[in-house]
């Protein structure tokens, strides 16, 4: 009898962790990555600023070798030719690798992006480390006439915990630059260039 009422406390008790430590999965968002099962991903209710709502990621193993992402995939219509800003508010803690926003555009028929940048593997290295406040963070990429979805999203390398909210696609006009690699290369031209071939 005493192993029985045991093993019921220890199955409440491990229901409970469940329960305490599951997020739900907010809407139109899904998980991927590199090693997503090593993560805990979804709605932190009550933990965004101003005790309102924010999506997390969360590990749940002590070593991990890859990496989990929440994000999401849309039509690029309304952004086409046009340089686009996507920014989020980003809080971090005891993230042992790194973490970041990423903003990848696609092209049908190619496993090649025509525009990518995750604040790790852009012009320049903007990842997130350790421990911080909430912050804005952007990414700004350039969306070509041929492209034909826009994926984006967060995601966390390694141990730790990041927590984000208030994503935001602005478009912005040329003045404000790129934060990916090459993407100049992809949006049309102000005008014809190279006509004599001699570059």
């Known amino acids: 009898m005493k192993s029985i009422k045991r093993n019921l406390t220890s199955g409440v008790l491990i229901a409970l962790t469940i329960t305490l430590f599951s997020f739900d999965l907010p809407t139109g968002w899904f998980i991927a990555g590199g090693d997503p ?55 971090t803690k005891d993230v042992s690798d790194w973490a970041g926003l990423w903003f990848r555009i696609d092209q049908k028929g190619t496993n090649e992006s025509l525009g990518f940048d995750n604040m790790h593997d852009g012009k320049t290295d903007r990842s997130i480390k350790g421990t911080t406040d909430w912050t804005r963070y952007e990414i ?59 570059d």
């Open 37 to 91: 099962g090593s993560y805990d991903m979804g709605i932190d209710k009550g933990s965004g600023q101003d005790g309102k709502n924010a999506a997390t990621i969360k590990s749940t193993a002590k070593k991990i070798k890859g990496f989990g992402t929440l994000m999401q995939n849309c039509k690029p219509d309304n952004y086409l030719g046009k340089r686009v800003r996507m920014s989020g508010l980003v809080k």
């Open 140 to 198: 700004v990429l350039d969306v070509p006439l041929h492209s034909s979805n826009l994926a984006y999203g967060a995601l966390l390398v390694g141990t730790g915990q990041i927590w984000f909210d208030d994503m935001k696609f602005e478009v912005v006009d040329t003045s404000v630059p790129t934060t990916g690699k090459d993407q100049d290369d992809y949006m049309p031209k102000k005008e014809p260039v190279n006509l004599d071939f001699e």
